[in-house]
T-cell receptor, first 111, second 112 residues
Framework: EDKVVQSPLSLVVHEGDTVTLNCSYEVTNFRSLLWYKQEKKAPTFLFMLTSSGIEKKSGRLSSILDKKELFSILNITATQTGDSAVYLCAVTMEYGNKLVFGAGTILRVKS | GEEVAQTPKHLVRGEGQKAKLYCAPIKGHSYVFWYQQVLKNEFKFLISFQNENVFDETGMPKERFSAKCLPNSPCSLEIQATKLEDSAVYFC??????????FGEGSRLTVL
């Protein structure tokens, strides 16, 4: 069965800290891995990763994929209270187009 | 429109009643997806469409759930004879490609 596991389940940090969120997966015919941020309602797209070892960066957020070890990390540097959210990892397969989601990591940034 | 619009935001139904949710995808997006999120837990894929055709329905509980995307109409997800365990937030998403999804704000269904 296709599986996506995120860790930690939740995390509390102080403003300015750097955090690393983990996502491991076991799926057949892997195509890509996506990261989303869910605040109150709609998840918003952060990154899509298809190639191993190539870092994607957007401001203080960055992410990288390791297709050999089947995991990805999402880094957030100099965290701010606005980074508080649930971070969701999802994978897609070559066939079909559904996303298989992990349970998410709840990040709380304290001021 | 520029965002995925879902209605209603909140729907309350008694067990056994029908529930119908609507989704207007972003203009120009040809893929529409429905996901179910129970109690802030994992997103469960239900069904996807490419234009008005079902693309992947492997997540749909077919006995009571049905969905349509007809031309010039919002897409819909209908649950016949709702059960308590159908209580969830139902998210619609749309995409130009098969992969990068843009989500609506969800419709919260409460079955009493």
């Amino acid at each position: 069965e296709d599986k996506v596991v995120q860790s930690p389940l939740s995390l509390v940090v102080h403003e300015g800290d750097t955090v690393t969120l983990n996502c491991s997966y076991e799926v057949t015919n892997f195509r890509s891995l996506l990261w989303y941020k869910q605040e109150k309602k709609a998840p918003t797209f952060l990154f899509m990763l298809t190639s191993s070892g190539i870092e994607k960066k957007s401001g203080r957020l960055s992410s990288i994929l390791d297709k050999k070890e089947l995991f990805s990390i999402l880094n957030i540097t100099a965290t701010q209270t606005g980074d508080s959210a649930v971070y969701l990892c999802a994978v897609t397969m070559e066939y079909g187009n559904k996303l298989v989601f992990g349970a998410g990591t709840i990040l709380r940034v304290k001021s | 429109g520029e965002e995925v619009a879902q209605t209603p935001k909140h729907l309350v139904r008694g067990e056994g009643q029908k529930a119908k949710l609507y989704c207007a995808p972003i203009k120009g997006h040809s893929y529409v997806f429905w996901y179910q999120q129970v109690l802030k837990n994992e997103f469960k894929f239900l069904i996807s469409f490419q234009n008005e055709n079902v693309f992947d329905e492997t997540g749909m509980p077919k006995e009571r759930f049905s969905a349509k995307c007809l031309p010039n109409s919002p897409c819909s997800l209908e649950i016949q004879a709702t059960k308590l365990e159908d209580s969830a937030v139902y998210f619609c998403a749309s995409s130009q490609s098969r992969w990068e999804l843009f989500f609506g704000e969800g419709s919260r269904l409460t079955v009493l």
